[in-house]
Every structure is written in C-alpha cells, then in structure tokens.
C-alpha cells in the first residue's frame, strides 16, 4: 500500500534537515501510485533548498574516482587504516575463521579496488566497512568502480619467473570452480 505523499515529503524533508541525504527513488518506491505526485513536490524542495555543506571525505572520495583511484582506498587513507587492520577488524565484526584471513583480504583488496560488484557483497560487510572507516554504508555504497587507468600488461610465459618481481599471478578459472564455496565467498560474491 503506498503511503501518503505529505508523510513522505515531511520525512525526507526531516532527514534532508538532519544533514542526512536520503534517496529520492526509496521515497518514490514507497509512494505507489502517487509517485509523480511525490516528484513534483520533491523537485520543488530541492530547487528550493540550500544544499548542505559538502563532506570532505565525499569530497576527496570523489577527487580519487575522478582520478581513477578507488574511493574507498582514499577514504581508508584519510582515515589511516592500515589494510591489515581493516581486514581484522571485518574478520571480529563478521565473527570469521581467522584462519580464512588471507582469503578474506583477497577479497576486501577486490572490492577496494572496485574489482567486486560492491551490490552483491553482503549488507554486513558493508555495514562493517563503514563501523570501521567511521562513515555511513551509504558512502561505502555510492561510488562505481573508477574509470580504468592504463593497467600494466601481463606477459604469457612458460616460465613465471619472467614476470616482474611482485606481479599477482591470478589463479587459473578452473583452479577457482574446483574450490569449494564457502561463506567468504557468500558475502563477499553473493554466491549461493
């Protein structure tokens, strides 16, 4: 049942006053039929509004993006979380095997990186990010992947110690299928 478009617009006005920024499409979803309706009134509260103040931490999250540097390792930085610790601190959030803690910080590097479709993770990983890095999942959420930057070239050789000291060899597909799935997986791929 939608519900009334006054209640609405008040609510996201409140929040709005908070200093929050709630998504117009969640109030929109919420007005049913009168969704239009909710539009209209919205985009005259907007034209009519001050824009709050904009978050440094937005600010140098987009800065990163706009550079083509992952968001989300600019916000890590500025906070002065050393990866280690941030990779701990989801392993004693999500109550994980700490013995699956390099499995974990494989992932967490992906997502950072933007390498991970940030909508399939789990609400929890995200939640725990954001406890972490002191921001709301919001933030976590908001950014898509940078525009890719020239990335380094990957040599094929029957030999692997011609590639660059230090370069990632990632494992072969059918190595990845044959592994069993588990729940780091879960959340972090949303696989079933």
């Known amino acids: 049942m939608a519900e009334d478009v006054l209640h609405l617009l008040e609510e996201y006005a409140a929040r709005f006053a908070r200093g929050e920024r709630p998504d117009a499409r969640d109030y929109l979803a919420r ?27 937005v600010v140098a999250m987009l ?17 002065g979380v050393r990866r280690e610790a941030l990779v701990d601190a989801l392993i004693r959030l999500l109550s994980l095997d700490p013995a699956k803690r390099e499995e974990v910080a494989g992932y967490y590097h992906q997502l950072e990186t933007g390498q991970l479709a940030v909508e399939r993770v789990d609400r929890r990983v995200l939640a725990a990010l954001a406890e972490t890095l002191k921001v709301r999942v919001e933030d976590v959420l908001a950014w898509p992947a940078p525009a890719p930057r020239a990335q380094a070239a990957y040599y094929r050789a029957s030999d692997l110690s011609a590639a660059p000291a230090g370069a990632a060899v990632p494992p072969s597909p059918a190595k990845q299928v044959e592994e069993e799935r588990d729940e780091i997986d879960r959340i972090f791929r949303g696989d079933p």
Do not use: I, V
């Open 31 to 57: 007005a049913g039929s009168d969704a239009p309706k909710l539009a209209a009134l919205l985009e005259r509260f907007a034209a009519a509004s001050t824009p709050p103040e904009p978050d440094e931490d």
């Open 63 to 79: 800065r990163a993006w706009l550079g083509g540097e992952p968001p989300l390792l600019e916000l890590r930085r500025r906070r």
